[in-house]
């Protein structure tokens, strides 16, 4: 009988913060600038500069221990990881190893487990907690950029001293779905605190994870590896099926799996040995000389804490009491917290909630998907939004029209009522133009109009539809069916 194995993982996902300058320095965190426009002596390593900690850093770091339930440290400090590499000026980061900010903490995901699955215990129904062992401040490095036609590397420092915070899970996980239902509470959760924006494009998010396999039944952990820096959930999930599948490989046919750092390639669906993992002792982390050790005390924590936003879960519940949504609208709209703020604005400029939800669900996602944006990226203001919803409920514009005018609204961000008017593209209120462009209609489509009159009632739609076409989508489509049954 073939053995059966239990995938074990642990992640470590670093998010960038939301801050407009460095951990250290006063240089901007602005994304996309020229390459190494964003800069000084302190980013840079110079010999003789001094660090100086952002308040702001540390402030969101608390931020987002407390919403996830961990400890925050009334004492900790910063320590010095050696290395070198070249995106690294310093041949050191600063970071947190002995007394890391936040500790012992958890978050619940939403998993779907199979019938007869183990479950941790932990978990319960349908949710499962996650334990975070810690989160730690640090300083992000620069970028390396490979020239393929040259064969060279170049270095671009503007993201040397952008500050992270790392979350370490404990290795709790066993599944990549439930690896992407964690990634996703962590995402929203940072999102709806303003620390981050978390976009895995632009690298504001990013994910080492650390995998072993066992056989089932057995308590004592494999070997890992560690996949680092999965900048998206589709590599994510494949990474972790290819490695599972690799381990399991290996111990089938008697061969150990070795401890190391590989990297993943997704186009090729294979990973790659980097380098052999190394241990805390490897990098001969010390006691950062130049910061002094950080109190934080139980009136900063406060402040803070008094500060948070409502999160996700509050807010779902609270459409549930308020506006008695669906479910699945609630999800839907809360999964982003400007989609559920735009929601929460137009409903507050006196549109009806279910209306908002269709229109952002429906057309607002499309285009979304369409044109690869984020929601941060919508330009309609509630209030045009809350208008365009005004203008089809008065019968105005017809439902065809309002969609042609979101569409411009969207990109444009144009007032609805005014585009309405510019373009003439009101409801006609003209029976008798209406009965001209009908009798055409029938006279053009004699057989439609022979299945109907023998008692084929689906043919009247497409006679309405074809209508419809001939006015451009400018019609009453019950007003244009009363007016076609009354002519037939």
């Known amino acids: 009988m073939a053995n059966v194995y239990e995938t074990v993982i642990g992640l470590e996902v670093h998010v960038e913060l939301a801050t407009q300058t460095k951990i250290f320095c006063g240089c901007s965190t602005a994304f996309g600038g020229a390459p190494n426009t964003h800069t000084c002596p302190v980013c840079t390593g110079m010999p003789g500069t001094l660090p ?67 479950r941790d215990a932990a978990e319960t129904d349908n949710r499962k907690r996650v334990r975070i062992h810690e989160i730690h401040m640090e300083e992000d490095a620069g970028k390396l950029i490979h020239d393929g036609e040259s064969g060279r590397s170049l270095v671009d420092y503007n993201r040397a001293g952008v500050p992270l915070i790392e979350i370490v899970s404990e290795p709790d996980m066993r599944s990549a779905e ?63 099926a290819g490695e599972r599948e690799r381990q399991i490989r290996l111990l089938e046919a008697g061969e150990q799996v070795v401890q190391e750092t590989r990297r993943w390639d997704d186009a090729k669906g ?56 669906p479910m699945y609208d609630i999800r839907l709209l809360t999964d982003s917290k400007q989609l559920s703020d735009l929601f929460e604005e137009t409903v507050a400029c006196g549109a009806q909630p279910k209306k908002v939800s269709n229109w952002l669900m429906g057309e607002a996602l499309r285009l979304l998907r369409e044109r690869d944006m984020d929601p941060e990226e ?22 065809t029209v ?6 411009v609204m969207f990109t444009q961000g144009v007032d609805p009522r005014r585009y309405v008017e510019e373009n003439g593209l009101k409801t006609l209120q003209d029976a008798d133009a209406l009965r001209r462009v009908a009798a055409q209609v029938l006279a053009d489509n004699p057989q439609s109009v022979a299945d109907y009159r023998n008692g ?8 309405v539809g074809q209508t419809m076409k001939a006015m451009k989508g400018q019609a009453d489509p019950l007003k244009v069916r009363e007016i076609l049954q009354s002519m037939l």
């Open 52 to 118: 100086v900690l952002n308040r702001q850093v540390v402030e969101h770091a608390i931020a987002v221990g407390l919403a996830t339930n961990c400890s925050i440290a009334a004492h900790c400090r910063f320590d010095r990881k050696n290395y070198f590499y070249p995106d690294n000026p310093q041949n050191y980061q600063i970071s947190q190893l002995y007394q890391p900010i936040c500790r012992d903490g958890y978050v619940e995901i939403d998993v779907q487990t199979p019938e007869g699955d183990r």
């Open 178 to 240: 439930e690896v992407i239902a964690y990634l996703e509470k962590l995402r929203t959760t940072i999102q709806y605190l303003g620390a981050s924006d978390c976009k895995l494009q632009e690298g504001s998010m990013r994910a080492d994870v650390n995998l072993s396999v066992r056989e089932v039944g057995v308590q004592t952990l494999g070997t890992r590896t560690e996949m680092k820096n999965l900048n998206s959930f589709h590599a994510i999930r494949n990474a972790i």
């Open 270 to 325: 294979v990973s790659y040995s980097m380098r052999s993992k190394e241990d805390a002792q490897d990098y001969r982390y010390f006691p950062e000389p130049d910061l002094a050790p950080l109190h934080i005390d139980d009136t900063w924590i406060a402040q803070i804490r008094a500060r948070q936003p409502e999160l996700r879960e509050a807010r779902m519940e609270r459409y549930q009491r308020t506006y008695a949504l």
């Open 378 to 399: 919508i330009c309609f203001t509630p209030e045009h939004l809350a208008a365009l919803i005004g203008l089809v409920e008065q019968k105005e514009i017809t439902n």
């Open 402 to 407: 309002a969609k042609e005018v979101f569409a």
């Open 456 to 463: 084929k009632e689906k043919a009247i739609s497409f006679l």
